[in-house]
């Protein structure tokens, strides 16, 4: 570890742990998405695709006043005319079953395991940071094509718990406030240079992985450690 005051490292799950080009990831997951809401009566993709995006967007602007779960469906419901306690329990299944199905287009990383469990052996507390756009369910699924589980970290951000999302610093606080950690006893793994970099707000330190590095508004990361994800093993002491 490059700083002994650290006790717990938070980790973005989507291009950090989880390898992917993300505009794949989307396209497959809204494809599978549009069939399981076709099955259930929503027959025009673009339109839950829009909502699905407008509640996203909701999300992201969220405030704090609600979970983000309680933003996004009051958005997507209403772009849909549609009831919540209807398509919510069907968009739980989905992303428990049919959602397996975009892990083809995903990439794989044995490293993602060995790191998470290196570090609890050492006694460094693992969170896991993705930000809370999706389910815990979701999040579950996705954690599994990485032969992870909920229990391997000792907090999961997901939208029923969390009322900020990334790039919002209080994201950050939110889960120092759940888990009762300073920032500067925290480091950041992230891939994105504009939500992850967002900790450093705080005073907490960042690894960015390169490995799927997004940095859309080009900013200059040229003083933020950074590297592959074996390099970042490294970084951790793990090798």
């Not at 390898?19 to 259930?40: I, R």
């Not at 967007?57 to 996004?72: E, I, L, S, T, Y």
């Not at 009831?83 to 968009?91: A, Q, S």
Request: glycine content about 6%.
């Amino acid at each position: 570890m490059p700083d002994k005051k650290i006790t717990a490292v938070l980790f973005d799950l989507d291009g950090t742990l989880l390898p992917m080009d993300e505009n794949v990831f989307v396209k497959t997951y809204f494809g599978e998405l549009a069939k399981k809401g076709a099955e259930h009566g929503c027959t025009d993709s673009k339109k839950l695709v829009s909502a699905v995006w407008k509640g996203t967007a909701a999300m992201v602007k969220n405030d704090g006043r609600v979970k983000n779960d309680a933003r996004f469906w009051q958005v997507f419901t209403q772009e849909m005319n549609e009831e919540e306690n209807r398509l919510r329990p069907v968009f739980d299944r989905f992303y428990a079953e049919e959602f397996h199905r975009v892990k083809d287009v995903v990439g794989t990383n044995p490293l993602a395991k060995q790191v998470i469990h290196g570090l609890k052996s050492r006694g460094i507390d693992v969170i896991l940071a993705t930000n809370p756009l999706f389910p815990k369910v979701a999040v579950e699924t996705r954690l599994s094509w990485l032969e992870l589980t909920l229990a391997d970290f000792l907090e999961v951000t997901s939208y029923e718990d969390y009322s900020y999302c990334k790039p919002n610093p209080d994201y950050f606080r939110e889960i120092l406030s759940r888990t009762g950690k300073r920032p500067e006893e925290c480091l950041m793994v992230g891939n994105d240079a504009e939500e992850d970099l967002a900790a450093e707000e705080l005073g907490m330190p960042v690894f960015l992985v390169t490995d799927c590095l997004i940095n859309e508004k080009n900013k200059d990361i040229s003083g933020t450690p950074k590297g592959n994800f074996e390099e970042l093993i490294h970084f951790l002491g793990l090798s």
